[in-house]
């Protein structure tokens, strides 16, 4: 029997439709071991990449655990306890065990991105450093991970570095301007080569460009020149200064824009500089202090904490960034009356 009368002929329909049928086998067959063949390479370079890291693991024994799916969740959320009660070994410890076991590329980058977060927390740049940019190689496009890239370089005072994650945040339309202007602050004050001056003016037209800013741009015009300090003293925004003013010491004072605000004037009767009579400034521990001042009471002092308007949190100490949640100039003054303390040549400057 010749082989034409088995197989049909090459104008037959029917060996058109095998021939396609054969072909999206063939495809279909390729691409599903190709898919195969680069997660395993994909989990090999990850444990590769992982090893690093493995003098962290000896805090548990994992060798006689055999892994199941669902010990995601749990292990995760005591992974999360450990971290958040400040057990940082036993917190990597079990972040790195989910990491090598989980087989789902999704929940394998969540983990890797707590990994890095706790190690974040534990001061562990370099580390967390390592992890935030493997995860944007497998996700080029993970906004979230750019931003805390964009935090380590800032905590490494790596301000250019910090500046590269700016621009495939604004390709991912991020609304990165304070950020920008942030980086831009930080890098400036950071720069030996910059003459005083021209760090002066370019801080007041930072101040002028985003309001955001004033805090942080005050503080440093007290730190490199007085009298422009004072110049940029806008009434309206003296409560976000309060601590700033409050211990600064008696020899940065400008007396003459002083007596011409009557916020002013009441903060440093209320401190014990000026002898002038008192006047009202609308802020009430301030007018407090100056009334208790003027029936002779004068062992009043004021206490400073900083809460973050995003997130809530309070603080002992001033900050930029949120400690918590890293917003930017996002800090709130809050005071109260105590008792005074000994004198001393303290500032926050």
Not at 24 to 37: D, F, H, K, P, S
Not at 43 to 51: A, H, I, P, T
Request: charge should be negative.
């Amino acid at each position: 029997m010749h082989l034409e009368h088995i197989l049909p002929a090459y104008d037959d329909p029917l060996f058109s439709i095998l021939l396609i049928i054969f072909i999206a086998l063939i495809i279909a067959l390729v691409t599903y071991g190709w898919g195969l063949y680069k997660q395993k390479r994909e989990k090999s370079e990850l444990l590769n990449f992982l090893e690093k890291f493995e003098n962290s693991k000896e805090t548990f024994d994992f060798e006689d655990m055999h892994f199941q799916e669902n010990m995601l969740k749990p292990f995760s959320l005591l992974a999360k306890a450990f971290e958040t009660s400040g057990e940082y070994p036993r917190a990597i410890s079990l972040y790195l065990y989910l990491i090598e076991n989980i087989e789902h590329k999704k929940e394998r980058l969540e983990i890797m991105e707590q990994l890095a977060n706790t190690y974040l927390h534990a001061g562990f740049l370099e580390r967390a450093r390592s992890i935030y940019l493997e995860i944007l190689h497998l996700t080029p496009r993970n906004s979230k991970i750019l931003y805390a890239l964009g935090f380590i370089y800032e905590s490494m005072h790596q301000y250019d570095k910090a500046k590269e994650t700016l621009e495939p945040l604004r390709r991912l339309n991020e609304e990165i301007e304070t950020l920008e202007n942030y980086y831009h602050f930080k890098s400036l004050m950071m720069q030996n080569d910059f003459e005083s001056n021209e760090k002066v003016k370019q801080i007041k037209m930072l101040i002028t460009k985003d309001t955001s800013f004033y805090r942080e741009g005050i503080i440093s015009l007290f730190a490199l020149d007085t009298k422009s300090a004072w110049e940029m003293i806008d009434a309206t925004h003296i409560h976000e200064l309060m601590d700033i003013l409050w211990f600064l010491p008696s020899s940065q004072l400008d007396l003459d824009i002083i007596a011409a605000d009557k916020t002013l004037c009441t903060l440093y009767y209320a401190k014990g500089y000026l002898k002038k009579e008192l006047r009202e400034s609308n802020i009430f521990t301030i007018d407090l202090l100056a009334t208790a001042r003027k029936a002779g009471i004068v062992n009043g002092d004021l206490l400073f904490s900083y809460l973050c308007k995003q997130c809530k949190h309070s603080f002992p100490v001033s900050f930029s960034r949120c400690p918590h949640c890293m917003a930017i100039n996002s800090i709130q003054i809050e005071e109260k009356i105590a008792e005074s303390r000994p004198k001393t040549d303290y500032s926050l400057l």
